[in-house]
């Protein structure tokens, strides 16, 4: 799967966006793009996922750059309970180990009143 | 709906014991998945099963683990021996269709095991 790099860390006053940025210049045509995230050592949380159209949903919206070398995971008005670990993930829709999501380091998101 | 369940949450073992952790899937899905997140890293992929199968183990040391998810029950993560490097926050993920295309996975919350 091809490798990812996400800010190691972000602030974001509540009530703002939070715009988290990933690259992943090597992603493939048939490889996704997931965002799961992780509050304070509890199990990842689905966010969000996209081929190449932009995604929204009640959680985020992620918006995927025309060459697919990015994205941006948006959460449009930050709470508190937003603070977590949001991690960027690559991954193929089929064929043997599509199934492994690779975790890295992810971008530790901390919300501030 | 009730989420993946994991049991026990938290879990002490000493050197040598063996622990056993417990995952039940999301109703209706029939794909677990096995994670293990050591302290201040990202999760690891450890295995793939479907009911009555092992379909990937390749993250699996190849010594003292094993998983197994049976026909009926929940699916079971086995450590035997454990040493101190087993301390780990371990996580199961449950999909209801496997390889096919988007299939997400779902996490429950994690058994934290200490070795003492």
């Known amino acids: 799967d091809a490798k990812t790099t996400q800010p190691p860390s972000m602030d974001c006053a509540e009530g703002r966006a939070a715009n988290l940025p990933c690259n992943h210049s090597?992603?493939?045509?048939?490889?996704?793009v997931y965002w799961y995230r992780q509050i304070h050592s509890q199990g990842p949380q689905y966010i969000i996922h996209?081929?190449?159209n932009n995604e929204t949903n009640e959680m985020a919206s992620l918006i995927i750059t025309e060459d697919r070398k990015s994205s941006t995971l948006i959460l449009p008005h930050a709470t508190l309970r937003d603070t977590a670990v949001y991690y960027c993930?690559?991954?193929?829709?089929?064929?043997?180990?599509?199934?492994?999501?690779?975790f890295g380091k992810g971008t530790k998101l901390s919300v501030i009143p | 709906n009730a989420g993946v369940m994991q049991n026990p949450r938290h879990l002490v073992r000493r050197r040598g014991q063996e622990a056993r952790l417990r995952c039940s899937p999301m109703?209706?899905?029939?794909?677990v998945y096995w994670y293990r997140q050591l302290p201040e890293e990202g999760l690891k992929f450890m295995v793939y099963?479907?009911?009555?199968?092992?379909?990937?183990e390749s993250g699996m040391p190849k010594e003292r683990f094993s998983a197994e998810f049976p026909k009926e029950g929940p699916s079971i993560l086995r450590i035997q021996q454990v040493v101190r490097g087993d301390s780990a926050a371990y996580f199961c993920?449950?999909?209801?269709?496997?390889?096919?295309?988007?299939?997400?996975?779902?996490f429950g919350p994690g058994t934290r095991l200490t070795v003492l």
């Open positions: 993930i690559v991954r193929r829709d089929s064929g043997a180990g599509s199934y492994q999501l690779t």
């Open positions: 099963l479907q009911k009555e199968n092992i379909i990937d």
């Open positions: 993920a449950s999909s209801p269709v496997g390889q096919a295309r988007t299939d997400t996975q779902y």
């Open positions: 996209g081929l190449k």
């Open positions: 109703k209706g899905h029939s794909h």
């Open positions: 090597t992603i493939s045509g048939n490889e996704y």
